[in-house]
């Protein structure tokens, strides 16, 4: 059994600019991938306090490997099935609460 099964991408966006010429280039999004991971859904409507420390309701805790890079609150990400062969959507979402511990990082959505 894999301890992370799940990839976990994130969505950035470019800014529009100009060109040389002066033109206008629209931005653009794209999802580019981030970690490996596992994701589980809160089937039981557990809360987690925010940074603010109002409690709220999340979708699903996303466990992350040490090695993986903090992501900012607000951030928009999915979660992808990691099999090749069925990539199916699990889940996506704005990040709530991103969590650096001690043998692995979470990440709630």
Known sequence: MKQYPHN????????SSQDESGNFVPGSE???FHSECR?????QGSVINGSDGEAIVFSSTVHLP???VRIPEGSEVKVLNGDPEDPFLRIQGMVLKF???RLHNRLWL
């Open 39 to 43: 994701e589980q859904t809160n089937g």
């Open 66 to 68: 040490m090695s993986a």
């Open 30 to 32: 794209s999802w580019v």
């Open 99 to 101: 969590d650096v511990g």
């Open 8 to 15: 976990l991408y994130l969505k950035t966006v470019t800014g």
